[in-house]
């Protein structure tokens, strides 16, 4: 080997400063406008207390295996039954992160001679999961039902004869807006396909009682959905809801969960106690929607910015260092919100996302607002 050992990386890295593309770990300061805590319930009094309790009564931080060894704890198996029930599934199945979840799906579930269709603005933890699975892959654009459906049938008429897989996120992270969750469905029953949903950020926020926006399909055998706990949840980990048998295939076949340590039980119990949460407080979910409602006008008056109508806003500006002047002059005046760039988001896109919880209110908007239209008219 030729150089010193580490001499690639740091290349590597000096490129990506180059470009505007380093990365760095920055503590939270300001106004919360970047986290997914979308209800509020990550430092709530309620999740504490659950886990206290549980610590009280002898509950182990750890899980000290996998699942399939002596990691399997009753809290585990309590959460899991209250999630299907909840969300309305034959059987939930938990992981230790929506990353994880979604990865372990992909490359599990499609066998090989399948076909996976992603709308390619989904999550990176699908793209790896298409990636490194056995199913051929392609991308459609973005909310395209008919890209969709033209993928399928150049696939079939190429001689393709295994299974269809659509992947899509039910809230999109980076856009703020919703897939057409009905067609899918509908050319779904079509092509005798199967759709994961990736419900990461609508889980809490949106659809009855806060079961997400596949809510009404969840229970049919050809749906397998996605509810992440570390988002509208406040806790960790994701939940895989879907039918029976694909669950027990996981357990037996998915390598991400037989080899993984089981995530903590105290974790399964806050995730369960805010599963809880969801039904015993919906008030949350109403003020979210109101305050939602109330930054959307207040940002098409203002900014002339055309609403995305959920809790997470994108600003696009373009240019990746105009992107984050703009993102450190808001936070220099107390409101931290984050510019997105490549290959997060696709190229030219570069934005800032605004994500709106119950940590601010009305009033945090509008100075927010305000802030923001004084900072984009500034050179």
């Not at 793209?127 to 395209?144: Q, S, T, V, W, Y």
Request: aromatic share 6%; net charge neutral.
């Amino acid at each position: 080997m030729n150089g010193a050992p580490l001499a690639r990386y740091d290349a590597t890295l000096q490129g990506l400063a180059r470009r505007a593309r380093l990365r760095t770990l920055s503590p939270r300061a300001g106004l919360d406008f970047s986290s997914n805590d979308y209800l509020g319930l990550a430092a709530s009094r309620r999740l504490g207390d659950a886990v206290a309790a549980a610590i009280a009564r002898g509950t182990p931080v750890g899980a000290t295996g996998s699942r399939l060894l002596r990691g399997n704890t009753p809290e585990h198996e309590d959460l899991e039954a209250d999630a299907a029930a909840f969300f309305g599934a034959e059987r939930a199945l938990f992981f230790g992160s929506g990353y994880i979840a979604n990865f372990a799906l992909l490359t599990t579930l499609p066998q090989k001679g399948d076909l996976l269709v992603l709308d390619q603005l989904v999550h990176a933890s699908m793209h790896e999961g298409a990636r490194a699975g056995r199913a051929e892959f392609k991308l459609a654009a973005h909310n395209d039902v008919d890209a969709v459906e033209d993928a399928i049938t150049r696939w079939r008429a190429e001689g393709g004869m295994g299974r269809v897989w659509i992947a899509v996120e039910s809230l999109y992270g980076m856009n703020g807006d919703c897939a057409p969750i009905k067609s899918l469905v509908a050319l779904a029953d079509r092509h005798e396909a199967l759709i994961v949903v990736d419900e990461a950020h609508a889980t809490g926020v949106w659809g009855r009682g806060g079961r997400g926006l596949a809510a009404a399909f969840e229970g049919r055998d050809n749906i397998v959905a996605l509810h992440t706990c570390g988002k509208a949840l406040g806790v960790s980990g994701a939940l895989v809801t879907g039918p029976g048998t694909l669950c027990d295939y996981l357990v037996n076949r998915c390598r991400p969960f037989v080899y993984a340590t089981a995530p903590s039980p105290l974790i399964a119990i806050a995730a369960r106690e805010a599963l809880a949460m969801l039904s015993d407080e919906p008030m949350r979910r109403v003020q979210l929607h109101g305050r939602v409602a109330f930054a959307c006008r207040q940002l098409a008056e203002r900014c002339g910015v055309k609403p995305s109508g959920s809790q997470i806003q994108p600003i696009v500006i373009g240019d990746v260092r105009r992107t984050l002047a703009v993102a450190a002059a808001l936070q220099a005046r107390g409101f931290d919100i984050r510019g997105i760039r490549p290959p997060t988001v696709p190229e030219g896109t570069s934005r800032l996302r605004i994500s709106l919880t119950l940590h601010v209110d009305e009033n945090e908007i509008s100075a927010m607002v305000e802030a923001l239209v004084e900072v984009l008219a500034s050179p």
